[in-house]
């Protein structure tokens, strides 16, 4: 398994996640690592990702300012921190890698990614 994503679950809005990312020695050297989401009903959608090579991150706007994309080269895992949890940040949650560097333009782009983990769900309650 390449990517295997964890930390999902239920959650009160207002509250906070953290979801996991583990990625095997290959993955984990990807030029971008990055999480997108996909809501009931909706199509899978961007929400953050980093460039580490020039220690460039991007952020959908709607989750701009409460949402934190890190990792941990240690344990080869790739984290979100999410803050502040709205109902309208339900869904099941893909962390993913591309081998590539990217432009800035192309981080938000799914197609440019290699590798998906299989997703983890995050609900959260009004």
């Known amino acids: 398994v390449q990517l295997q994503a964890s930390g999902g679950g239920l959650v009160q809005a207002g509250g906070s996640l953290r979801l996991s990312c583990a990625a095997s020695e290959h993955t984990f050297s990807g030029g971008v690592m990055g999480w997108f989401r996909q809501a009931p009903g909706k199509e899978r959608e961007f929400v953050a990702a980093h460039r580490w090579s020039v220690g460039q991150t991007a952020y959908a706007t709607s989750v701009k300012g409460r949402f934190t994309i890190s990792k941990d080269n240690s344990k080869k895992m790739l984290y979100l921190q999410m803050n502040s949890l709205k109902p309208e940040d339900t869904a099941v949650y893909y962390c993913?890698?591309?081998?590539?560097?990217?432009?800035?333009?192309?981080?938000?782009?799914?197609?440019?990614?290699?590798?998906w983990g299989q997703g983890t769900l995050v609900t959260v309650s009004s």
């Open positions: 993913a890698v591309t081998m590539r560097g990217l432009i800035y333009s192309s981080l938000f782009s799914q197609a440019e990614y290699e590798y």
